[in-house]
């Protein structure tokens, strides 16, 4: 992809996030704080507290290396964790404008999780990476993901109809810019697709992303 292209694509992500600012703030069970430099948006549970996913979220980052994306990043950031119930593997990608080098890059993390011998506690992560780039080209896959609004989607915490299974596979999404951070998590959001407008943007979503990055869900959700 051309430079220019590239910018072009990331101008127009900047300008869709600006717009979003206002509803982001507003969403029923987020809890949002403000630093200097950074607006935080995260899921609470029922109870207030904050969730569950981003009070650990520390241990898997600094396991695999990967950036702590709520400090902010200096252009846009999209990373969905996959997750898999009564399993030992994991899947994770990566989206994001390098700004140094002009140009988007997409990574998929394999990730394996191995616990000590009475399985209580995790000694180890292996991270398998494989660099990936869109079919269709990163303009068309850029601009269909803006269209299913995955920076402003609602947590599935703010759905009072929500289907929430006893188990099943769930993702959830970190969305990074200079100056805000957002996470919001869907478990098996296909129970849901038909009632709830934002769980069929999320099955669309993670549909487009497995087909144009060529990867396979290890559950399909």
Not at 64 to 82: A, E, N, P, T
Not at 182 to 192: K, N, Q, T
Not at 194 to 214: R, S, T, Y
């Amino acid at each position: 992809m051309k430079s220019n292209d590239s910018l072009f694509i990331l101008f127009v992500w900047i300008v869709m996030i600006s717009c979003g600012e206002n509803s982001v703030a507003d969403h029923e069970k987020s809890a949002t704080f403000h630093t200097d430099t950074l607006i935080l948006d995260v899921p609470r549970e029922a109870s207030g507290e904050i969730a569950f996913e981003y009070r650990t979220k520390d241990t898997l980052e600094k396991r695999v290396g990967l950036l702590d994306l709520s400090k902010g990043y200096d252009s846009i950031f999209i990373r969905l964790y996959y997750s898999y119930s009564f399993s030992n593997t994991s899947q994770l990608v990566e989206i994001f404008y390098d700004k140094k080098n002009q140009k988007w890059q997409s990574l998929i993390h394999y990730l394996l999780f191995e616990y000590s011998v009475n399985d209580t506690s995790l000694s180890n992560i292996k991270d398998s990476v494989v660099q990936s780039f869109p079919k269709s080209g990163w303009q068309a896959m850029m601009k269909r993901l803006n269209a299913l609004d995955i920076i402003n989607l609602k947590d599935s915490r703010n759905f009072k109809n929500y289907v929430l299974p006893m188990d099943g596979a769930g993702v959830t999404v970190q969305v990074a810019t200079q100056n805000k951070y957002r996470m919001y998590s869907y478990v098996m959001p296909v129970l849901s697709k038909d009632i709830i407008p934002d769980a069929k943007k999320m099955v669309d979503i993670l549909d487009l992303i497995e087909k144009e990055l060529g990867f396979k869900q290890l559950g399909k959700m």
